[in-house]
């Protein structure tokens, strides 16, 4: 990221001038990131070890350092919100120079610079990628006077709905899979069941084993008349 010339533009109805500055080189975290942000570019490289950042990250917040667990949420803010400081700090230093210039006093120097500030002319590229602004509607009970109270911010926590009504249904759902499958094999146990049973008892078999056993009788008896009457012979 080279050295830039920006333009400052108050709003309108501003007494504020709009304002050319040269800001100086990025500082080192913001550095780090750009570095970083360039590796990730370069096709040739297989793997990116962010190890400079992550020094310039534990300068600013020492309780990373070392090998402990840590929040990536924290982390993040720490990054963004260090970046965004040094960026401030930079545009601060090309206003006060560029205002430095005329023959006002550094008291005087020092309020135009806060000014600058005061109407939001120093966004800088972490406010444009993740900045945002959230309005609040604000209404006095006695009065019932409304206004609008604006914060800016860099990352917003946001509750995650307790769907028990669908959990509740999902849970319905399961249990009748479940039951459904449990009446199904036991179905089909009781159809194996069936088929591989002998049913002995059955009137029918036991007709057909006392015909069975008449004609053995009746072929026994035939044998042994035959049987007498070769002996007589």
Request: hydrophobic share 30%; with cysteine.
């Amino acid at each position: 990221m080279p050295d830039s010339t920006i333009i400052l533009k108050p709003p309108e109805f501003s007494i504020t001038e709009p304002l050319v500055v040269m800001l100086d080189p990025p500082r080192p975290l913001t550095l780090a990131m750009c570095q970083f942000l360039a590796d990730m570019q370069e096709t040739k490289k297989r793997s990116v070890t962010p190890r400079e950042l992550f020094s310039q990250i534990c300068k600013k917040a020492t309780r990373f350092k070392g090998y402990q667990q840590q929040d990536s949420q924290e982390l993040l803010r720490y990054l963004l919100d260090g970046m965004r400081t040094e960026e401030i700090q930079r545009t601060s230093a090309a206003i006060f120079k560029a205002l430095n210039n005329s023959d006002k006093g550094n008291e005087v120097l020092k309020k135009e610079v806060k000014e600058y500030e005061k109407k939001k002319l120093m966004h800088s590229f972490v406010d444009r990628i993740f900045g945002g602004e959230l309005t609040s509607t604000i209404m006095c009970e006695e009065c019932q006077t409304v206004s609008l109270v604006h914060e800016p911010f860099l990352d917003l926590s946001l509750p995650v709905l307790n769907d028990q009504n669908g959990k509740k249904n999902n849970v319905k759902k399961l249990q009748k899979k479940e039951i459904d499958s449990c009446e199904e094999n036991i179905e089909n146990e009781c159809y194996v069941k069936k088929r591989n049973e002998i049913p002995v008892t059955s009137k029918h078999l036991q007709k057909k084993e006392k015909k069975i056993a008449k004609k053995q009788a009746k072929n026994q008896r035939h044998q042994q008349k035959f049987q007498e009457k070769v002996i007589h012979l």
